[in-house]
């Protein structure tokens, strides 16, 4: 009966790895393909034990995690969504509360957040804008937010220290204070102090002015949405949140992708691999944002 069954299968065209030594049905798809060498290939699916209910899904090529990857809360609400580069956390990264809200999102590369990266209440407003370097650390403008929707702190970083004047707000949204930071130390010398009501000041520090026109003239802040996100990665020139159809390549101007994206992912395409001497490995084959076949290349070129 084994023998039948594995004929019609093969047969219907529904097992698109020809090397498969063994795999899973889950909704009527070919899923969790392993390979005769022992790889996982293909798209996957975790799940809980004899029921549909998703722990986890994306694809893998040659035992490793590839694009993006979702994760799921208990009863299939969408949990987290990474992006893996040969098996690494490095792309995209979006985590959501049980309700649908969206937690947190930015670029996270192996081990830390680079570049802009959001956290959010649970109602969906912001909590907080923070800029990275490519170290991980916070440098640049950052910005705190009241559950209100009001800036509650404002101001710079740099490597991971305030820097310059750090403003604070009132829930309302006037001015509360202004502190003036280097290396990430002030003193009460240059703290301003500014009352909720009559909005005057308490206290006041002669270099507070000289440093606010330093700030402006180093134009120093950096409006929220114009820090886009520009770096290399291993297979590609960077990172693409379009949609239509592109082709990207790699550092050594080999072909990486293409096809048609989504909010930068692949949806139908190729995806290249290559070995250290940049040749052609392995094509993967995209559909509807599932790797449904990997052609081996024989050819050795």
Do not use: C
């Not at 120093?220 to 693409?240: R, T």
């Amino acid at each position: 009966m084994k023998k039948f069954i594995s004929i019609i299968v093969f047969v219907s065209g529904i097992i698109p790895f020809l090397n498969a030594q063994s795999y899973e049905l889950f909704k009527g798809d070919t899923v969790n393909v392993i390979d005769k060498k022992g790889f996982k290939q293909g798209y996957w699916v975790e799940h809980k034990p004899f029921g549909e209910e998703k722990i986890s899904e994306g694809n893998y090529v040659d035992g490793k995690k590839e694009g993006i990857w979702k994760s799921y809360y208990p009863g299939g609400t969408l949990k987290s969504e990474i992006t893996y580069v040969h098996g690494k956390k490095y792309g995209r990264a979006k985590t959501y509360f049980e309700n649908g809200n969206t937690a947190e999102e930015g670029v996270w590369l192996i081990d830390k957040w680079v570049n802009k990266y959001k956290a959010y209440y649970q109602n969906g407003k912001l909590s907080y804008v923070w800029n990275y370097n490519d170290y991980g650390t916070r440098s640049g403008y950052q910005r705190y937010y009241y559950e209100n929707g009001n800036i509650k702190i404002e101001g710079n970083w740099e490597n991971g220290k305030e820097s310059g004047i750090i403003r604070e707000y009132y829930p309302d949204g006037s001015l509360r204070s202004e502190k003036i930071f280097k290396d990430g130390k002030t003193s009460r010398d240059s703290i301003t102090v500014y009352e909720i009501k009559e909005k005057t000041v308490v206290k006041t520090d002669s270099l507070r002015k000289n440093a606010f026109e330093k700030n402006i003239a180093a134009n120093q802040k950096i409006e929220e949405d114009s820090a886009d996100i520009h770096f290399e990665s291993p297979d590609s020139l960077g990172i693409f949140e379009g949609d239509g159809h592109h082709i990207f390549y790699n550092k050594y101007k080999k072909k990486d992708k293409e096809g048609s994206f989504k909010n930068g992912y692949l949806i139908d395409g190729k995806q290249y691999f290559y070995d250290e001497k940049q040749r052609l490995l392995k094509t993967a084959v995209y559909k509807d944002g599932k790797i449904i076949k990997i052609i081996e290349n024989t050819k050795g070129e």
